[in-house]
């Protein structure tokens, strides 16, 4: 008897777990992101809307797109029973999401061992399409639909050099937080500032746990530089509150993530007043496709899509495009469809790259295809002020900061 | 030939000298009494023989060889073997299994050699536990383990064996099982010491004794040479009865405290049994015994710390369907053997502690009192408890039972552990109490001549029985040459 | 010795009726059970560490984190074969684990407990505050695979497990298990038995760490990741205590069952969120106030 009650229990559990896994007739695609980040939030929202339009359109080619969405909790390990449970259980033909470099690399041998596109529509280190060059028939699964870190050094580079030359700015400190992606970034910052004529007197990096900015910013102080140079994700509402209530006469220049959505204004009760950072997308003409959007996700979350939501909406159009043109949800042909890709979208013109670049399936970072935009907060608004063609407002510079 | 050398051993911990040069031998096939009073320093002897300790001075030898510096193990090896008194062995092992780790060899290894279960059988058979070979230890009565703890120390195949009191909490019969079969493998070629505080006991086992007082060899010899040595008889006797504190003349005979108790069990060991106890008000009963002859549980009892069967009234109530704490607010205080002192609070905090429902100024009043009768609380009132010397200690114990202004005070040894001069300063307070304060007091003492010395009334707490119940002199003449051998 | 053939009758069930889940269960459950066997060889472990030497280990991750970052470390950042680097964070654990023993010698109980608790947390804080070569709280990818194929993977933790189970369980019931227990009993005595306890000290905690260690190695190459969370952190600590309690401690074998019901009940609560682990924690007293002695007592009787 008592063996019996065992046999009972383990066919069960077998059953209850495995009853989810029930063939189902539309597109699966899953989302693995950070639920509770602003990012992480903002993949999920993109991916929704998204989804929302492509099937009140009839879906891709009348098969409506089912989401499921996985929270990892900000943790590698649980990523990746997500993405084998996307797989396995859910059957999706695709995984996107992820901001954190750390998951996205940690994701990239489940998408080799279990054939399955990842797309990374939050991720920048360079070290995820790197792998996918040198070794394609293993990785070729792996997209990174966002501008790698070295990149964006070069977005922050282009945007001092193109629009703030005629503050006749000289010194530079870089700062940024202590992570995988960051790496390249100040690598990459290092080279371009001092080509523009920027000389960089001084470079730190710090936990992301860091609560206390106070030692950091008086070593900062001490070496008086015009900008601040950034690299922050995790982080990046206390600096910036410390900044403006110590009103430390330096310009903020550089990524601050959680700065390019419209809620930081109240989260730093306008403490942001002047912070400048890189970003994929914004409320900004970079394709005729950006504002209609942008309106639409505030309708729908009262909120402006921080860059997640620009790259996985994207991200969405075009695996649903992909999907139409291979006509099928096979995964070779599917990624032949993606590398095809010629779309014109919210964040703009995007490519991949060939698995002949370093970069291979990276989006191509180039003026008139994509290159990002510079977003500053000006008077609670956040303007965009870099590319000049998409540009809805002149750099400002605050009163308290060194012109 | 000597097995075993002791030479001029010393053995301290911090201050205090637990062996003060102590010299003795154990020649072949010798059984050897190491006996002493409690805290006389035997276990230390003991510990320092198997390598527990290792001594400040002097040498051991064993086989002519120094070893008092090697560790416990290698000692083993080389031939001494120990019987612990209070052994923890293997709960969920069979008695087989238990003998059987005795039988390993110090070598890492995943199988058994072959013929183990065997050789283990043969030792169990040496010491009558065959019947027992597949039965948990965990189940078992104590005097089946102690065998089975002999035949562990057999399996070592000593040249050396040390029981440590192997009768302690054993039953008449157990005893006399357990001596019988001592006595059968003493004629097995090796030597034996056997360590007891219990000079009766080993009396007729031994071929010489060694009595052990606060540390120090007091006598060498045959039993009989021992026992009629003067000082083994203070020690273990008490002084001569015009030592006796003076009687006091105004006890009434109204009987305060009565206590008829059938049967104490713990799990099965029946500790006490057909107890009767009567107690007249102001009197200065003791109740003395052996270690575990039931001394403390009997005092438990009488303040409900311990199940029993029974009935015990205080001045006409009822008291076995009560609670401690309501024997204790009736007006019973104990001196628990333990103290039981809140080690970290001051010495006042600790007298306040009772008190804590009377109003400041009873408070005040009563400190005072209590200070006056110890003065030396007072001067270190504000000093932790727990770094008070023993004696202090003890007194502020007994002071702590005082705050609450007892009728009856029961103590449990109140005198272990302490230094002779500490017992005359404690000797006088009970005196004090006893026919100033005019308090009932029922005192547990192993220290005869402690207990004798202030008795009205003393009886002999022995194997669970309660005999006597004479008057101290009475008690002298009678008991007490048999209490001693 | 009538339990004895019965743990061996549940052994080879448990191994058995797993055995074949490639074929019963959903890819994805087969997953959970590959990483349910290295978690049991983590819980055996801690068994035979604290059911039969008596050590009381708050810290088992402290060994398994170890081994676990060690391997990915060594895959990361040079070219060893994968081997190499798996043989290198099972010697780490190892010394991880004798790091363990001089404390072990003189602290007993819970002092010693606290020492073991203090090694989880420093190790913790140590891979956080290295975060640029350990990734941190995140956690890094490891490059390495021994194979994509999923059924080659579950048999291998199958096997692994099930070795493991065979060493320790003969480990356990050897002349030496029984030593070990002596010496926890009380080391004094196991002294006078003549038996040098240091030297078996050292052994029991090698033991442990060899296959924890090891066990660690294996699963962070198999999920390609290692993280805080999975391999060092109080919660994996609390689990593999839970499962050994509920699987019924000082039986090598019990320790198996209680991963499976842990890690298998987790993941069918998985709708629960958060709460899944309170959940958990309630059903798993629930199972220790019906069976004292563990899951395994349904099969084997009260010990």
Excluded at chain 1, 36 to 50: F, M, P, R, S, W
Excluded at chain 2, 55 to 62: A, C, L, V
Excluded at chain 2, 199 to 206: E, S
Aim: proline content about 4%; charged content about 20%.
């Amino acid at each position: 008897m008592r063996y019996l009650k065992l046999l009972v229990f383990i066919v069960g559990l077998v059953f209850i777990s495995t009853s989810a896994a029930l063939a189902v007739r539309p597109i699966n695609v899953a989302i693995i992101a950070e639920e509770g980040t602003l990012v992480g939030d903002a993949i999920v929202n993109g991916a929704k809307l998204a989804v929302k339009q492509i099937n009140a359109k009839g879906g891709v080619d009348g098969k409506p797109i089912k989401l499921f969405i996985y929270d990892d909790h900000m943790k590698a390990t649980d990523a990746v029973q997500a993405f084998q449970r996307a797989v396995y259980d859910h059957h999706v033909v695709a995984v996107i999401g992820s901001w954190i470099s750390e998951i996205a690399l940690s994701l990239e041998p489940w998408a080799a061992r279990l054939h399955t596109i990842y797309i990374t529509t939050g991720a920048a280190s360079p070290k995820i399409t790197e792998k996918v060059h040198k070794n394609y028939r293993r990785y070729k699964y792996i997209f990174q639909l966002k501008y790698n870190a070295i990149e964006m050094a070069k977005t922050v580079c282009n945007f001092i050099h193109d629009d703030l030359a005629n503050y006749h700015y000289k010194t530079a400190y870089v700062a940024s937080e202590n992570a995988a992606w960051t790496q390249p970034l100040d690598e990459e910052y290092l080279k371009c500032l001092p080509k523009i004529g920027i000389k960089v007197v001084g470079h730190l990096r710090f936990s992301p746990n860091t609560t206390d900015f106070t030692p950091i910013f008086s070593k900062i102080k001490a070496k008086n530089p015009d900008i601040l140079i950034t690299g922050w994700a995790h982080t990046g509402l206390q600096e910036t509150v410390q900044w403006h209530e110590e009103k430390l006469p330096f310009l903020i220049v550089g990524i601050n993530a959680q700065a390019s959505t419209s809620d930081f204004w109240k989260k730093s009760n306008g403490a942001t007043e002047g912070i400048i950072t890189q970003a994929e997308g914004s409320p900004a003409p970079i394709t005729s496709k950006t504002i209609p959007f942008v309106k639409s996700y505030e309708k729908m979350y009262n909120i402006t899509p921080a860059y997640g939501g620009y790259t996985t909406y994207d991200a969405m159009y075009i695996l649903a495009n992909a999907i139409k043109k291979a006509k099928t949800t096979n995964t070779n042909k599917l990624i032949k469809a993606l590398e095809a890709t010629n779309y014109v979208g919210v964040m703009g013109h995007i490519k991949f790259y060939p698995k002949s670049s370093p970069f291979a399936h990276g989006i191509v970072y180039k003026k008139g295809l994509a290159t990002g935009v510079m977003l500053q907060w000006q008077h609670g608004k956040l303007e965009t002020v870099w590319p000049s063609y998409a540009a809805t407002a002149k750099v400002f510079i605050p009163p308290f900061v060194k012109k | 030939m000597n097995v075993l050398e002791l030479i001029n051993v010393e053995k301290r911990f911090g201050g205090i000298v637990a062996t003060n040069n102590v010299s003795f031998n154990v020649e072949e096939n010798e059984t050897l009494g190491l006996i002493g009073p409690n805290g006389a320093g035997k276990s230390t002897i003991m510990h320092l023989i198997i390598g527990i300790h290792r001594p400040n001075e002097g040498k051991i030898k064993f086989l002519g060889e120094e070893i008092q510096n090697l560790p416990i193990h290698k000692r083993i090896k080389k031939g001494i073997a120990v019987m612990f008194q209070h052994s923890r062995p293997l709960k969920r092992q069979s008695v087989l299994e238990n003998i059987k780790v005795a039988l390993l060899k110090d070598k890492i290894s995943i199988k058994f050699p072959k013929d183990i279960n065997k050789k283990a059988e043969e030792l169990a058979k040496k010491v009558a536990l065959q019947d027992f070979l597949n039965r948990h230890s965990e189940e078992l009565p104590f005097g089946v383990i102690r065998r089975m703890e002999l035949a562990k120390a057999l399996a070592l195949n000593p040249k050396l064996l040390l029981l440590d009191e192997p009768f302690a909490g054993l039953n008449h019969s157990e005893v006399k099982e357990f001596s019988e079969i001592v006595n059968s493998i003493e004629k097995q070629g090796f030597s034996i010491i056997l360590i007891d505080h219990n000079v009766k006991a080993v009396y007729n086992m031994v071929d010489r004794m060694v009595a052990i007082h606060s540390g120090k060899v007091i006598s060498i010899g045959t039993p009989s040479e021992v026992i009629s040595n003067p000082e083994v008889k203070r020690v273990f006797l008490g002084e001569e009865s015009s030592n006796f504190l003076e009687k006091k003349d105004n006890i009434s005979d109204e009987e305060i405290l009565s206590v008829k108790i059938k049967s104490l069990k713990y799990n099965k060991a029946e500790a006490l049994r057909n107890i009767e106890l009567k107690v007249n008000r102001g009197q200065f009963v003791s109740i003395v015994g052996l270690n575990g002859a039931g001394k403390t549980s009997l005092l438990k009892s009488i303040l409900s710390l311990v199940k029993y069967e029974g009935e015990i009234y205080l001045e006409g109530k009822a008291l076995h369907n009560l609670k401690t704490s309501e024997i204790v607010n009736l007006g019973m205080a104990f001196v628990p053997e333990t103290r039981e002192l809140f080690k970290y609070l001051s010495v006042e905090e600790n007298l306040e502690i009772p008190m804590h429902d009377l109003d400041n100024k009873t408070l005040k009043e009563r400190l005072d009192e209590v200070y006056s009768i110890f003065p030396k609380l007072k001067e270190r009132r504000k000093q932790m408890a727990g770094t008070l010397s023993g004696g202090e200690q003890q007194m502020l114990v007994i002071a702590r039972a005082l705050v609450r202004k007892p009728k009856i005070m029961v103590m449990d040894e109140p005198t272990l552990g302490l230094a002779p001069i500490i017992l005359e300063e404690i000797s006088k307070i009970l005196d004090y109490m006893h026919k100033e304060l005019d308090l009932t007091i029922i005192l547990a003492e192993q220290n005869l001549h402690f207990a004798l010395k202030h008795s009205d009334v003393v009886h002999l707490l022995e194997h669970g029985n309660l005999i006597c119940g004479c008057s101290r002199k009475e008690f002298s003449e009678k008991i007490g040459e048999k209490y001693l051998a | 010795m009538l339990g004895k053939s019965k743990l061996i009758i549940v052994f080879i069930a448990i191994f058995l009726i797993t055995g074949v889940a490639p074929w019963v269960v959903s890819p994805y459950i087969v997953g959970v059970i590959t990483m349910a066997f290295y978690f049991s060889v983590f819980v055996m472990s801690w068994d035979l560490l604290f059911g039969y030497s008596g050590e009381v280990n708050f810290g088992p991750t402290f060994q398994i984190g170890t081994g676990a970052y060690v391997t990915a470390l060594l895959n990361l950042n040079t070219s060893l074969p994968i081997g190499i680097c798996i043989i290198g964070g099972t010697v780490a654990s190892i010394i991880a684990g004798l790091v363990l023993v001089a404390p072990a010698l003189r602290l007993r109980g819970p002092y010693f407990g606290l020492i073991t608790l203090v090694s989880v947390f420093l190790l913790g804080e140590m891979i956080t505050i290295f975060a640029q070569y350990t990734g941190g709280e995140i956690g890094i990818s490891i490059p390495a695979i021994i194979t994509t194929n999923q059924i080659t993977n579950f048999y291998l933790a199958w096997g692994f497990s099930a070795i493991s189970a065979i060493a320790m369980t003969i480990i356990a019931n050897s002349p030496l298990g029984l030593i070990l227990q002596a010496s926890a009993q009380d080391p004094q005595e196991a002294e006078s038995l003549k038996f040098n306890i240091t030297k078996y000290k050292i052994l029991a905690f090698s033991v442990s760490a060899l296959f924890s260690g090891l066990s660690g190695a294996l699963l962070v190459i198999y999920l390609g990741t290692v993280s805080v969370s999975l391999v060092v952190s109080i919660a994996v600590v609390l689990q593999i205590i839970i499962s050994a309690i509920i699987g019924g401690r000082r039986t090598i074998i019990g320790p198996v069952l209680g991963a499976f019901f842990i890690i298998l009940l987790r993941q069918w609560l998985q709708p629960l969120e958060q709460l899944s682990y309170a959940v958990v924690s309630i059903l798993g007293l629930i199972v220790l106030m019906l069976l004292p002695d563990g899951l395994i007592s349904i099969f084997v009787g009260k010990r």
